[in-house]
């Protein structure tokens, strides 16, 4: 039996658009409203697949297929010292193939212990923004933010986001300042009917900007309070060295300091630390990257924000005392006249993890993970800008970790410029 798909939400976010840029097209043809609006219509589908059998977990295996569209209308501002403007985003998922009792993927909603959920979600939100002297802008509203301590996940189906209020400010060249504070978060796999709201203790005041000194040198600062929960600071610079000829070197690094002074219990206090090399030489990439842990727990974090270097596809490589070490290679195949394809592998190891967490007394104390993505996209003819792109995943932990995982995705991708 076929399901009648209702894109109501979708289709109102639509009308919604074009009915803002006809009202002040017709009110003023000139005005910056619409001269400086932009709006994208992005469709991604994917080929989820995560296999526990080797590890004897209860669900063996999660494997979906989903499809999804975000529409994105940003508007440009009215004219004048203060210009105001709106945005609208709206999306949607569609269920396209996924088994009795291989559900939670994340790319569709569903609850802990269900096998399955709805056949199709969407969800519409909206932001008003102010603009003060061309420099600094008020947002009240959805929030796709960007920065190390609060941050949306766009690794799934559709992207999670959030609800609350900012102000950003860049009038001084190469510093960009922000704050703000978060309500509520919608995750990947959430529509208005869905999701829960944000818990009380899991609202985010943050604070902090960034600073380029130069093109190749720059760095961020930020700090953050998640109500009754931990409040978080973090520091990152990143330079990149340019040598002869073709070859560069670009250095990361990123720390993080994790306070539960203001929690009940102490599974946040921690310090985590990573640095990254990159050698750039023409279409190859070589990179070797550091991460350690410490502290009285691993980095627990709700924000999605982790910028660390072991940070990957799979693990984060985040468990009490853990160290990592990462190998990557990368290859654009522009150097063997094939643009649009690219490739990457990844070999990441976890060791000196405190096997004591969450009650387990005994277990291995290191880990491993291997990842490869292959990627091509289309570069002519009627397909021209399909992105198609493989994802693999080979992870061997204990089972304090969820135990071995094998993981692929396959996700086709593209995005029509409707403005």
Request: overall charge negative; charged content about 25%.
């Amino acid at each position: 039996m076929k399901t009648t798909i209702k894109w109501t939400s979708v289709a109102m976010a639509v009308a919604m658009a074009n009915g803002l840029m006809i009202t002040q097209a017709a009110a003023d043809e000139k005005a910056g409203f619409i001269e400086g609006a932009s709006a994208t219509l992005s469709n991604r589908t994917i080929n989820f697949s995560r296999d526990f059998r080797s590890s004897g977990a209860d669900q063996s295996r999660r494997d979906e297929t989903a499809t999804g569209f975000v529409l994105d209308f940003q508007s440009g501002y009215s004219h004048g010292a203060i210009g105001i403007g709106a945005d609208v985003l709206a999306l949607g998922g569609i269920k396209l193939d996924g088994g009795e009792g291989q559900a939670e993927t994340g790319l569709l909603p569903s609850e802990y212990d269900v096998t399955s959920g709805p056949t199709e979600y969407a969800e519409i939100r909206g932001a008003v923004k102010v603009r003060v002297a061309g420099d600094t802008e008020f947002r009240y509203g959805v929030h796709r933010l960007e920065n190390p301590i609060i941050t949306f996940d766009d690794s799934r189906l559709l992207p999670s986001h959030y609800n609350g209020y900012s102000v950003t400010n860049t009038s001084i060249d190469g510093l960009f300042l922000e704050a703000g504070r978060m309500n509520d978060r919608s995750e990947m796999n959430s529509s208005s009917q869905t999701r829960g709201a944000f818990e009380e203790k899991e609202k985010v005041t943050y604070l902090g900007g960034s600073y380029e000194f130069s093109d190749n040198l720059s760095t961020s600062l930020y700090t953050s309070k998640a109500d009754e929960l931990f409040k978080r600071h973090f520091l990152g610079l990143t330079h990149t060295l340019p040598l002869a000829g073709e070859l560069s070197l670009t250095s990361d690094v990123a720390y993080y300091h994790t306070s539960d002074e203001n929690s009940a219990n102490d599974e946040f206090d921690n310090k985590a630390a990573s640095v990254a090399f990159t050698l750039g030489a023409g279409h190859h990439g070589f990179t070797l990257a550091y991460q350690r842990m410490s502290g009285d727990a691993g980095f627990n974090y709700y924000d999605f924000a982790i910028y660390l270097a072991n940070s990957i596809q799979y693990a984060d490589f985040n468990a009490k005392d853990e160290r990592s070490w990462q190998a990557r290679y990368d290859y654009d195949f522009e150097g063997l006249g094939i643009p649009g394809l690219t490739f990457m592998t990844r070999y990441i190891r976890g060791s000196n993890i405190d096997t004591d967490f969450e009650g387990l007394t005994a277990g291995r104390d290191t880990r491993w993970e291997r990842n490869t993505n292959i990627g091509y996209t289309i570069q002519g003819g009627a397909l021209e800008g399909v992105n198609l792109l493989w994802r693999n995943a080979t992870v061997r932990q204990d089972i304090g970790f969820d135990g071995d995982v094998d993981e692929n995705r396959l996700i086709v991708s593209y995005t029509w410029d409707l403005l």
